[in-house]
């Protein structure tokens, strides 16, 4: 059965890696980013794999661009969309002196409210049809959070909140809402890294480009938890431990334990 595919952000990181995962024949994939040399060439990558696919520029923060989009798909498939995917965002970090009101506007403008305004605009076309699968971007971040990144913790805990609220507004539409929830990977999401305090930026960089897990096994496990109709995807198996913590002990014991893990987290006083 064919398969229509949207992913914002869908350029580079990991957005790329789930448009060249879910390529193949009888699939197509919309790249909707705002990197056009980026984008065609994840287009062209994409069709390599056998699927269908087509760049459409789209700042998730521009509503004209979000309603050109819809635009587009129309065009393109009558409007027909089988899997949503939420995937642009940026990073942020730094102590609450350092981030200033400007710089949490900024991320919750993208992380949050980008992944509303592709809601509002597109899943009209999915109820129209009572079909389809909204995947939204979070991250372990938004479940288990760590000291200095206040504003993207939040912004990522907001996502997972509002997805759950769409997991069950939208079920009467016949319409799967589910969250992913990645630790740090390999990826270029440092390259959006915003901070103003001294040393994060580079101890922040050091997380986000570790080794071990990468983009393309993270979008497979992701993949294979979107098929499964999981709500929560944690793809780390760290992820999955440390929530299970938060879960199972008591709350005070659980922070007293986080304290002390992250005292010298980025190693800034």
């Known amino acids: 059965m064919s398969q229509n595919v949207v992913i914002t952000g869908a350029a580079s990181g990991l957005g ?16 909707a980013d705002i990197n056009f040399e980026r984008g065609q060439e994840v287009v062209d990558q994409a069709k390599q794999k056998g699927a269908e696919a087509f760049y459409q520029s789209c700042d998730i923060t521009n509503q004209k661009d979000i309603d050109d989009l819809a635009e587009a798909l129309k065009a393109h498939w009558d409007g027909q969309i089988d899997i949503l995917v939420n995937n642009a965002g940026v990073a942020t970090g730094g102590g609450l002196g350092y981030e200033d009101i400007e710089q949490w506007q900024w991320v919750f403008n993208i992380n949050l409210f980008g992944a509303i305004r592709i809601c509002r605009t597109l899943v009209p076309l999915m109820q129209a049809r009572s079909q389809g699968t909204i995947l939204n971007i979070a991250s372990q971040a938004g479940l288990t959070p760590a000291p200095l990144m206040g504003s993207y913790n939040a912004s990522k805990a907001a996502t997972i909140s509002f997805s759950e609220t769409m997991h069950l507004e939208l079920a009467r539409d016949n319409i799967h809402v589910c969250v992913a929830c990645p630790s740090f990977f390999a990826t270029n999401l440092g390259e959006s890294l915003r901070s103003t305090q001294p040393g994060l930026d580079k101890s922040l960089g050091r997380l986000l480009n570790r080794p071990g897990i990468n983009a393309d096994q993270v979008a497979d496990l992701i993949y294979r938890g979107v098929a499964a109709k999981n709500f929560m995807i944690v793809t780390h198996k760290e992820g999955r431990m440390a929530f299970r913590l938060k879960n199972w002990l008591p709350l005070n014991r659980y922070l007293k334990m986080m304290k002390e893990k992250t005292k010298n987290f980025g190693n800034i006083k």
């Open 16 to 31: 790329k890696a789930l448009a060249l995962r879910y390529a193949g024949p009888d699939v197509k994939i919309c790249v």
